[in-house]
């Protein structure tokens, strides 16, 4: 008995040691030059005290962002491929230039005072708990610590429109900086619930294909002109948030909700390889081939246009750097 307890111990023991994490285990070639990480560390950072963006589309198209709204946005995307640099590369220099980054808007920034500067949280915060992760070898910061408290408020993950996926991922990234293993499981669940709602039995998100250009989210003549990237934007933060939750021990690829995602992979999948079977496609359907998180959902789940799509190797909207991973 105790010769197999010892049998079964080094057996879970080997499988541990094989799992490959995507993020935990992220490896690259190359990647500071990839990224021109000696560059962006030379850059400088201009955090804000207010977030005050004007609302992203207008009646005839999208709106330009404001220099707070370009900085934080700019900011977030530098901190993460700093940190993954410095991750991978272990160049303390990109590790301290991706701290003073985060910590310059954790002290400087008090609030997000209108809708769209709350979205803009919801949307790229993500991307700076991230990369706090990638640092942490470097020690905890509090003054960050505290911040991603406070910005937790504008979490959108009640949602069940895109809106809801990053919140989602913004509640993951959040738990994982502060170790709130009770908001991990919170998580988890509406992960779960999240796909239930917004994908349907077809693998479709119905409040995505119908995206437009304009403030008439979901009418005029473009109607459905950005449905496939919408659709893409929002299996983007679900797909991050799952391997993030995954390799935190919440393991749902195979769920029934994981079941639903597979089919929504499948089914954009499809309309990337033939964009003229989406049912709202016309000419300069945007977004495309925005695809790269295909890149994770590969690992887990089969899709025979997306092993195409994945061969091609024409996979954008890339922000997490998923395509530079080795294997």
Request: charged content about 20%.
């Amino acid at each position: 008995m105790t010769r197999f307890i010892l049998f079964l111990i080094l057996l879970l023991g080997n499988v541990c040691a094989q799992q490959d994490y995507f993020f935990k285990d992220f490896r690259a070639n190359n990647l500071p030059q990839e990224l021109n990480l000696a560059f962006k560390r030379t850059q400088e950072v201009h955090p804000c005290a207010h977030l005050n963006a004007q609302a992203h589309y207008t009646s005839t198209g999208t709106r330009e962002p404001d220099a707070c709204t370009k900085s934080f946005k700019k900011s977030a995307t530098l901190a993460y491929d700093l940190a993954l640099g410095f991750f991978v590369s272990g160049d303390q220099t990109y590790g301290h230039k991706a701290q003073e980054i985060l910590n310059a808007w954790a002290q400087q920034l008090k609030s997000a005072d209108t809708l769209q500067s709350q979205d803009n949280i919801n949307f790229y915060l993500p991307y700076m708990n991230m990369a706090y992760g990638f640092l942490k070898k470097m020690g905890p910061s509090p003054v960050y610590e505290d911040f991603v408290k406070r910005m937790l408020s504008y979490s959108q993950s009640n949602m069940d429109t895109n809106h809801g996926a990053w919140g989602i991922l913004l509640d993951v990234s959040t738990a994982l900086v502060l170790e709130d293993h009770a908001l991990l499981d919170r998580s988890a669940q509406r992960w779960q619930e999240w796909i239930l709602n917004a994908i349907n039995r077809h693998g479709v998100i119905e409040n995505a294909i119908s995206r437009s250009n304009t403030n008439n989210y979901h009418g005029g003549p473009k109607k459905g002109i950005k449905g496939i990237a919408y659709s893409h934007f929002a299996l983007l933060a679900i797909t991050i948030a799952g391997e993030l939750l995954f390799e935190n021990g919440h393991d749902l690829w195979h769920s029934l909700a994981g079941n639903r995602l597979e089919l929504a992979y499948q089914q954009i999948a499809n309309w990337v390889l033939n964009p003229e079977s989406f049912v709202y496609f016309q000419p300069g359907l945007v977004g495309v081939h925005n695809d790269a998180y295909f890149v994770i959902l590969a690992k887990y789940y089969h899709s025979s246009s997306a092993e195409i799509l994945l061969k091609q190797g024409d996979l954008r909207a890339d922000g997490f750097r998923l395509k530079l991973r080795a294997p």
